[in-house]
């Protein structure tokens, strides 16, 4: 009786264990799973976040495109220079070559006299590209409406390639080199006609 008693234990003894095997399998399945998840979800965390302050900066940057069509429409050469690093460089659509504050305050300060009563400024089609966290490319198109020509006549429409380089000083962006250059003229009635007798 003695050895079926032993048998029995440990009969009882494995089917015991064997019981506790898949629990504590499922167990450390769960816990692995729990850990994966919990990864991911840092992982979104920190991508979201990013993301949040890439959108934020890209604000920021095409901000700086903004300002720098209301200072020109306000003419205020101050302001629009403000928006460039100290050293800042910058091209005319003319082709001058602008570099360091007291130039461009110079040659901004001169263009006010195109500014009219009804001239305005937009910047539009942004493509923002990040080469750094710190460091980025804009390209944008700038349109002009209603400024003074060199010869006095109202120009209806003039748009603008506009190119900068932005980067970020302490808790700002500003830009260190700007390009600008006049872009074909939108088609109207006029280059239609001329364009088919051609």
Do not use: C
Request: proline share 5%; no cysteine; net charge positive.
């Amino acid at each position: 009786m003695t050895i079926q008693t032993k048998e029995m234990k440990a009969a009882q003894m494995y089917r015991a264990d064997s019981a506790q095997a898949p629990k504590s399998a499922v167990r450390g399945r769960m816990q692995r799973l729990g850990l994966t998840l919990l990864a991911f979800m840092l992982v979104i965390g920190v991508t979201g976040t990013a993301s949040a302050s890439q959108a934020q900066d890209e604000a920021a940057i095409r901000a700086l495109g903004d300002n720098f069509a209301k200072a020109f429409v306000q003419k205020n050469p101050e302001q629009r220079t403000s928006l460039f690093a100290e050293n800042g460089t910058f091209v005319t659509p003319v082709g001058d070559f602008l570099q360091g504050h007291v130039a461009m305050v110079k040659d901004f300060g001169s263009e006010a006299q195109a500014v009219t009563a009804t001239t305005q400024a937009a910047f539009s089609n942004y493509r923002v590209r990040f080469i750094k966290p710190d460091l980025a490319v804009v390209d944008a198109l700038l349109t002009v409406h209603n400024v003074n020509g060199p010869d006095g006549t109202v120009i209806p429409v003039i748009p603008i390639n506009f190119f900068y380089v932005a980067s970020r000083h302490g808790d700002k962006w500003l830009i260190e080199d700007g390009r600008a250059h006049f872009a074909p003229a939108p088609a109207n009635a006029m280059t239609k006609s001329a364009m088919s007798q051609n």
